[in-house]
Structure formats: structure tokens, C-alpha cells
């Protein structure tokens, strides 16, 4: 089990960038795949970004290459979301997620989410 709290939620303008972080309790870290998925009021959560064990590999959404960038650090227990050129329909709140397997872009495959974290975007 991996303790997972997301932060660097916020207001932002469109256009503009935000970086979103989360930050893993536990010494099993370096042993799960990471991803962040979105989740807009009404809808159902959405993938965003996934990222391997050792941060070689990485998967996008269609909707967010070019513009996200997800990064990890082991030493650190944290994974990053870089997040760039936002958009209004960015908007949702933020969850990262830790799964046995790389890549998944199924929430059902991954085992331990955060709280989230709130990013508005406005137009």
C-alpha cells in the first residue's frame, strides 16, 4: 500500500501553466507505475498521464500531449504534473494513482488514489 496527497491546485487563466505534485508515503514507491486522471462535476474520471516505475516510459491522453508533462522522482516519493497552455475544459479536480502495471489508463486499474486537488481554468 502507497499513501498518495496531491497539491499545487488552483486558479489559473488560460494560457497559463500550473504544476501539480504528489507527494507518496511508503518505502514501495519505486515499485508502482503512476498516473493522474481528472474528474469534471457530472463526469465520469478521466486518464491524463501515466508514467513507468523508473520514468522512462510515459502515455498522454490525446487531449493533453503537447501540453503535459509528467515526471517522478524515487529519492523523492513524488510524482509531478506539468501542466501548460490549460484550457477551460481543464478544469476538474486532480487525482494521482499508483498501479502494479504500466500503462493503464483504466481508474479500475489502479489500487491507491489521493484526495485530489483542484484546478480551475479560467476563460
Not at 30 to 59: C, H, L, N
Not at 70 to 77: E, F, L, M, Q, V
Not at 78 to 94: C, G, P, R
Amino acid at each position: 500500500q502507497v499513501q498518495l496527497v496531491e497539491s499545487g491546485g488552483g486558479l489559473v487563466q488560460a494560457g497559463g501553466s500550473l504544476r501539480l505534485s504528489c507527494a507518496a508515503s511508503g518505502r514501495t514507491f519505486s515499485s508502482y507505475a503512476m498516473g493522474w486522471f481528472f474528474q469534471a462535476p457530472g463526469k465520469e474520471r478521466d486518464f491524463v498521464a501515466a508514467i513507468d516505475w523508473r520514468g522512462y516510459s510515459t502515455d498522454y491522453a490525446d487531449s493533453v500531449k503537447g501540453r503535459f508533462t509528467i515526471s517522478r522522482d524515487n529519492a523523492k516519493n513524488t510524482v509531478n504534473l506539468q501542466m501548460s497552455s490549460l484550457k477551460f475544459e481543464d478544469t476538474a479536480i486532480y487525482y494521482c494513482a499508483a498501479a502494479s502495471y504500466f500503462p493503464r489508463t483504466l481508474p479500475g486499474s489502479y489500487a491507491n488514489w489521493g484526495q485530489g486537488t483542484q484546478v480551475t481554468v479560467s476563460s
